[in-house]
């Protein structure tokens, strides 16, 4: 029988595969077929608006009727999803089709997320595999270019994630669902983990209104598409060594580094404009996500037993900020240019700092 820890890692770095392979490049996509950057942000705002919706009713249904049905569920619906953005040539049909990816990622991810919690995975692994993920599907978003074939490699690694959750044991943990007969009630959720969920969505706000305009920026410096892909494959290469190993430090105060850092980040990317820097910047970027994003994931996990519930808030603040954050960020540029889109994130990453941090004592405490 194969290990359930390496069955679970391996489907999270399937999916994350299929969902870099396609979005680093749905942006020029959307340009080439005529977006303004206005356009470009409502594509991005689809895909995050629909897998807030997603995650959050999935993610509170694992906890009432288990989570595996919700994986394999939402995994099947991911490979007519991403196979779907093939025929997409056209504005209306490629935003209606981001959509669909973002509800099926939904489906699945909060139960994923809880699932392997309950197994007794170690998060910083099981999240350094999505970062595998995004690696491969990066580079080979570099190397292979052609979007057709980069949508349909992601309905293939969608279909194989599929195929491993088959495998999955129907339960997780002594925490399963199938052992519980209440669930807390999303309020009472949202109260307990509402510090790290205001620091983590000012500070993905931000980053979120980059990242639809960053290939676009990084174009009109002169770099073509190896370069993109190979600065995001930095980015990703460095979250996977580094969470690996986050998660032996007290989670607030990793938490919070990635914060501080975070800004830091996003200044630079006004202030360096060549390859050998910007790789430079990346490092940085990935030293900062890998520690808020393991960091805030652990205090969600730890704060009660209605896990399910908890990632699927914790997903949806992170595609509330997808779903906002390019709409932002296209009008910001349109405006003040891609450098004031850099400065925006700073500022919110600020504000979620300032804001959150005081707090987080607060958290850990309720987790006790």
Known sequence: MVNPVVLVSFVNFLINIAIQ????????????????????????????????ISSLYFGRQSDRRGRTVFVRSGLLLCVLAFAAQIPAHNLILLTMVRAAVGFSLGVAMAALMAYAYESGIDMGRFSSYGSLGWIAGALGAALLKDSNILFMSGAVCCLLAFSLSILFPSAAGPASVLQRKETASMIN????????????????????????IL???????????????????????????VMRYVDRFDAGKVFAFGQVLSIIVFVAYVLVSKPVPLMVVQVLLGVAWSCLYVGALLLVLRSGEDRGTATGIF??????????????????????????????????????????????????????
């Open 21 to 52: 392979s396609s979005v680093i490049f749905i942006p020029l996509l959307g340009a080439q077929l005529g977006a303004s950057d206005f356009q470009v942000g409502l594509i991005g705002a689809a895909y995050g608006g629909a897998y807030v």
């Open 189 to 212: 959720v949202i109260k307990v983990g509402f510090p790290i969920y205001l620091a983590v969505f000012l500070r993905h706000l931000g980053a979120a209104a980059v990242w639809i």
């Open 215 to 241: 290939p676009l920026y990084l174009v009109s410096l002169g770099l073509d598409r190896f370069w993109v892909g190979m600065l995001w494959g930095v980015n990703f290469s460095v979250q996977f060594l």
């Open 315 to 368: 997903q949806a603040t992170l595609n509330l900020c997808s779903a906002l954050g390019p709409l932002l960020g296209g009008i910001i540029a349109h405006f003040a240019g891609y450098h004031g889109v850099m400065i925006f994130a700073a500022a919110l990453g600020v504000a979620g700092l300032a804001a959150a941090v005081p707090r987080q004592r607060t958290v850990q405490e309720n987790m006790n």
